[in-house]
């Protein structure tokens, strides 16, 4: 177990890299620079592949191997860093083509890693399988974001980007040597094809994909985990993503901004979502834990609401407990964000096998599809009602999320009682 998640967490790591870059770098660069809100929130929209990968994860599922997919990803992701460096952030559309290829080739990636992670680990593995898959990439969205936030004011856009470029290289050497050989395309699409004739002889070689699709969405508990994906992350993002820009606009330093909500805020995320994953793993019942944790959220939520509402200019006891509320939100983020990846794993892990990374896979576009469209309107959102009736409405839609629970199938609560039951007789 312990080389399984040393590899998926170096994995996870690089796919972590651009989003910390256009999440949290870009944002204050551009905030910074005069930038609107609007026109930062529109920027968002260059991480459509990631809103629209599972369409092309039947197509990794069925082709080539994990790893042949990982290894020609790196060996893109090499050449972008580098025409990223030759790319100043002032010339906003060839920035943009690189961002584009940035989020195409890592959203690519991530489906062959998530496949590798299906494979790899057991029931009782999935818990600590997604601290590596959420901290990972924590960790990457840290140096991504934070950290080259902080080192923009020592170095330059074109040393930063070749940074990554070096980072690439020796990820593809870990790839070589540490992430295990996984069936082929072929096999599967063997183990596939013999299960449809068994139910269905007569589909065409055009309809597989369309097979595909119908034994995800007919699985156990699918759809109403596909409405708490969309749904979970929406109040918590929303201010998560607002908060650093309404610092900015209030005066306090980019620099400033970048360290606490880019490294520190995001070192406490890594320890939730450390505490998230051991709590899931071995014989917790994640529906449960969900409920009292999301249910508890409420509190750092409340806490920034009322700080946006009483914030005096030039206060240090205000930013002071602005950064104190945002850092328990991310504290309480990283536990939820661990517990909701691992019921995504076990949803996946009652899916066919042969679809079970494009299911899981369909799962984690759309958690990121439910964020990605709610943070594109954010900007004009903010821009129309101002901050404090934003955040009333980021405290609403968390609140949902603890009803939305309640309403979990007994298809899922009954599974995760199985193998809780199981564990014990082991």
């Known amino acids: 177990m312990f080389m399984n998640v040393v590899f998926l967490t170096c994995l996870y790591f690089i796919q972590g890299l651009p989003y910390g870059l256009q999440s949290r770098f870009l944002p204050v660069y551009f905030r910074s620079h005069g930038m609107s809100l609007t026109e930062i929130s529109l920027f968002k929209l260059l991480l459509t592949p990631w809103m629209l990968k599972a369409f092309w994860a039947p197509f990794v599922d069925k082709y080539g191997t994990k790893k042949s997919w990982l290894g020609w990803s790196m060996v893109g992701l090499i050449f972008t860093c580098l025409t990223g460096a030759c790319t100043p952030p002032q010339n906003i559309v060839p920035l943009a083509g690189v961002l584009f290829l940035f989020n195409l080739l890592t959203s690519t990636q991530d489906i062959a890693v998530d496949g590798i992670a299906i494979h790899v680990l057991s029931e009782s593995e999935l818990g600590y399988g997604n601290i590596a898959q959420v901290v990972g990439y924590k960790l990457g969205s840290i140096f991504g974001g934070g950290v080259l936030t902080w080192l923009s004011d020592y170095m330059e856009w074109s040393s930063l980007l070749f940074s990554l470029a070096v980072a690439y290289v020796i990820s593809l050497m870990n790839v070589a040597v540490l992430v295990p050989q996984t069936d082929d395309g072929k096999k599967e699409s063997e183990e596939k094809d013999s299960s449809e004739e068994k139910n269905a002889e007569k589909v065409t070689k055009k309809a597989w994909i369309l097979q595909y699709y119908t034994e995800i969405f007919q699985s156990p508990g699918t759809l109403w985990m596909i409405g708490f994906v969309l749904l979970y992350k929406l109040g918590e993002q929303g201010a998560l993503n607002m908060l650093p820009l309404f610092l900015i606009d209030k005066g306090i330093p980019a620099s400033t901004v970048g360290f606490w909500t880019g490294v520190v805020g995001q070192v406490l995320s890594i320890f939730g ?139 899922l609560i009954h599974h995760q009682e199985e193998v809780s039951v199981k564990d014990k007789s082991e």
């Not at 959220?297 to 409340?302: A, C, D, W, Y």
């Not at 030039?314 to 536990?335: H, K, T």
């Not at 594109?376 to 009803?403: H, M, Q, R």
Request: proline content about 2%; glycine content about 6%; overall charge negative.
């Open 273 to 411: 979502s450390i505490v998230g994953g051991a709590a899931v793993s071995g014989t917790s019942v994640t529906i449960s834990f969900l409920q009292n944790v999301c249910a508890f959220r409420l509190v750092p939520m409340l806490f920034t609401t009322l700080v946006i509402f009483s914030w005096v200019d030039s206060s240090q006891i205000c930013f002071v407990l602005a950064i104190v509320s945002m850092c328990l939100m991310l504290l309480v983020s990283g536990i939820v964000t661990t517990a909701t990846f691992t019921l995504m794993m076990q949803c996946s892990k009652r899916a066919p096998s042969h679809v079970q990374a494009s299911h899981y896979t369909t799962l984690a576009t759309l958690e990121v599809v439910g964020k990605l469209l709610f943070s594109v309107s954010l900007g004009s959102v903010t821009d129309a009602i101002g901050y404090e009736n934003v955040f009333i409405l980021f405290l609403v839609l968390t609140t949902l999320v603890i009803s939305f629970l309640q309403s979990c199938p007994e298809e």
